[in-house]
């Protein structure tokens, strides 16, 4: 039997006028989104919704809210992890923080930061390489059901044990299991961390920018994106930077996507590390 959500002119059509129809009725901006992406997802969640076509579901989606609310999660993709590229945040100890700690590093931005870890990840680097400076970390993200979790700050503990390896493989100064208090099941990150992040809602797409930051890390996002958004969204994130301020993004992505910057300097191109100089 033909798979009636393989790729097909048709289906490309229905989803171009779903997405229209998100934007146009509910400001929901998912129009520049990478193709396959959008295509792999809206997929899923019609099979998970047991509906037969793209038709279907973009009838259902536009009678029903909850229906889209589950829509626009599933466009969420909440993996991450702590110490996410151990050698990165060993990196971000050696080379980075020194050239911020220079000047008076104070705000740090985890753009795209799903459900915490990324930025509790930062806020121990901080807290050891730069101790009894106050940092703090701005984490953002347009999921609310991640923010919720990550305000929350409670992890599996057969998680954290994951995370101990990537905590020691970067660089840790300490024990990992000072960070945080654990019953049977699960850890709680120390309110003394959690004090210094600030957990927000911030659409990259549709937002502008709210600060400026001494360092940005936005990994392992700008790969939803086509080119053209990902180009808006760099310009984001470089216009957001203070003169001297670091930008680093996943491993997979790079600056590629925008006009080339004089005032940008590589300061590690495997870990996609930048400066912005003035
Ligand atoms: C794969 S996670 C990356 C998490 C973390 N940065 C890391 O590398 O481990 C991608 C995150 O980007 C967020 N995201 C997607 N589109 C976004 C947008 N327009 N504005 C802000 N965040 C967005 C998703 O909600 C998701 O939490």
């Given amino acids: 039997m033909n798979d009636p959500f393989a790729h097909s002119a048709v289906n490309e059509r229905l989803i171009v006028d779903l997405l229209q129809e998100l934007y146009r009725r509910f400001g929901l901006d998912y129009r520049d989104y990478s193709p396959t992406f959008l295509s792999r997802r809206i997929s899923a969640y019609a099979k998970k919704l047991n509906l037969d076509s793209i038709e279907e579901l973009k009838q259902k989606l536009l009678e029903n809210d909850k229906q889209l609310d589950g829509l626009i999660e599933s466009f969420s993709l909440p993996t991450t992890r702590m110490f996410r590229d151990a050698a990165l945040f060993q990196l971000i100890r050696e080379t980075v923080i020194p050239i911020?700690?220079?000047?008076?590093?104070?705000?740090?931005?985890?753009?795209?930061?799903?459900?915490?870890?990324?930025?509790?990840?930062?806020?121990i680097v901080l807290k050891e390489e730069l101790p009894g400076r106050r940092v703090l970390?701005?984490?953002?993200?347009?999921?609310e059901r991640s923010l919720y979790n990550a305000r929350k700050g409670i992890y599996q503990l057969r998680r954290m044990r994951a995370y101990t390896s990537g905590y020691q493989a970067g660089g840790g100064r300490a024990e990992f299991s000072n960070y945080y208090t654990a019953d049977h099941e699960n850890a709680m990150m120390n309110a003394e961390l959690k004090k210094n992040i600030v957990f927000a809602q911030h659409n990259l797409v549709t937002d502008s920018t709210f600060n400026e930051f001494d360092l940005i890390l936005c990994r392992n996002v700008l790969i939803y994106f086509n080119r053209s958004l990902q180009e808006h969204v760099l310009n984001l994130l470089l216009d957001s930077l203070r003169p001297g301020g670091i930008l680093i993004l996943g491993d997979k992505e790079s600056l590629r996507s925008m006009s080339p910057r004089k005032n940008l300097l590589d300061i590690d191109r495997t870990y996609r590390i930048y400066q912005k100089t003035e």
């Avoid at 220079?102 to 705000?107: C, D, T």
């Fill in 100 to 123: 911020l700690a220079k000047k008076q590093l104070s705000k740090v931005w985890s753009a795209g930061c799903s459900t915490g870890e990324e930025a509790y990840s930062l806020a």
């Fill in 137 to 143: 970390t701005f984490a953002t993200d347009l999921s």
